[in-house]
């Protein structure tokens, strides 16, 4: 069998796909710039872990090459999101009103990846250290899951929480139902 060049339709439909791919954005500009990249997002919390922060940027710094990227100002629903975000390790915190709250712990994202935490500004909480690019800390950004006190968690009512306990009610009715068939008729302290 003989392989000889592709034939003109072939050519053309090349070229086309070869013109488009080029000058045509919306087909391979954004997707190619970015791939890998990711995202931090939540809602920003007053202190009582209650009441939306509106008014806020959320800050991400980029730990080991320092670059800085910045959320939109958050509405009075306390939404932020830092998005393009590139693969690392991330120091985060809130500015409001120039005070500035260092979140406690440092953020790791992988490629493609969207992480989402919640924070509450905590005045009052000195923050432990100060984020690259940022003034003096004013206090420390707590995710919201570290306000709750210990024991009250809503894991049980939860769909997992839910089976579970459904789970463990079924096997104990069914354990309770086969002793019941097993009884003795006496006593137990019958001879």
Do not use: C
């Amino acid at each position: 069998m003989a392989i000889g060049r592709p034939s003109r339709p072939g050519r053309a439909t090349a070229g086309l796909l070869a013109f488009a791919l080029t000058f045509s954005p919306g087909l391979a500009g954004p997707v190619v710039a970015q791939e890998g990249k990711g995202a931090i997002r939540g809602v920003l919390y007053l202190s009582d872990g209650k009441t939306p922060l509106a008014g806020a940027r959320a800050h991400a710094v980029q730990v080991n090459t320092a670059e800085h990227y910045t959320s939109a100002v958050t509405a009075e629903n306390g939404a932020y999101e830092i998005s393009g975000l590139p693969p690392g390790t991330y120091d985060l915190a809130i500015e409001v009103g120039g005070a500035v709250f260092v979140a406690e712990g440092l953020v790791d994202l992988l490629p493609n990846q969207s992480v989402t935490i919640s924070y509450s500004v905590q005045p009052e909480k000195p923050a432990a250290r100060s984020v690259a690019g940022l003034g003096p800390p004013q206090g420390s950004a707590v995710p919201l899951a570290d306000l709750k006190p210990a024991g009250t968690g809503q894991f049980w009512k939860s769909p997992s929480g839910q089976a579970l306990l459904w789970v463990l009610g079924a096997g104990a009715a069914i354990a309770i139902y086969n002793n019941l068939d097993r009884a003795p008729a006496g006593s137990p302290s019958t001879p």
